[in-house]
């Protein structure tokens, strides 16, 4: 019934950036946190950035000063500007919505950096 679509993943050299973005459709209420999580092939899935519906942001410390998060609450979505892409940064990243005391995931949308 909730859905999460995740868009804007792609391929993109060293040093690029990409916008991510993720919309939340169906019966969805009350979200206090939207964020997004990657997950590298033999790694386990780890928090990227997170946003309140107040506003306030927490990122991980490797990508502090590159990536911004946002959302629009009014549009039930929540985007991830990554600028100065590093090879690192290769995952899937996955959007999680945090709403009436459930959490939501989309399918991922890959990113990959590489020259």
């Known amino acids: 019934q909730v859905q999460l679509v995740e868009s804007g993943g792609g391929l993109v050299q060293p040093g690029g950036s990409l916008r991510l973005s993720c919309a939340a459709s169906?019966?969805?209420?009350?979200?206090?946190?939207m964020g997004w999580y990657r997950q590298a092939p033999g790694k386990q899935r780890n928090m990227v950035a997170t946003?309140?519906?107040?506003?306030?942001?927490n990122y991980v410390d490797s990508v502090k000063g590159r990536f911004t998060i946002s959302r629009d609450n009014a549009k039930n979505t929540v985007y991830l500007q990554m600028n100065s892409l590093k090879p690192e940064d290769t995952a899937v990243y996955f959007c999680?919505?945090?709403?009436?005391?459930?959490?939501?995931w989309g399918r991922g949308t890959q990113v990959t950096v590489s020259s």
């Open positions: 999680n919505v945090a709403a009436q005391s459930r959490s939501y």
């Open positions: 169906g019966s969805i209420f009350s979200i206090s946190r």
């Open positions: 946003i309140t519906s107040s506003g306030y942001t």
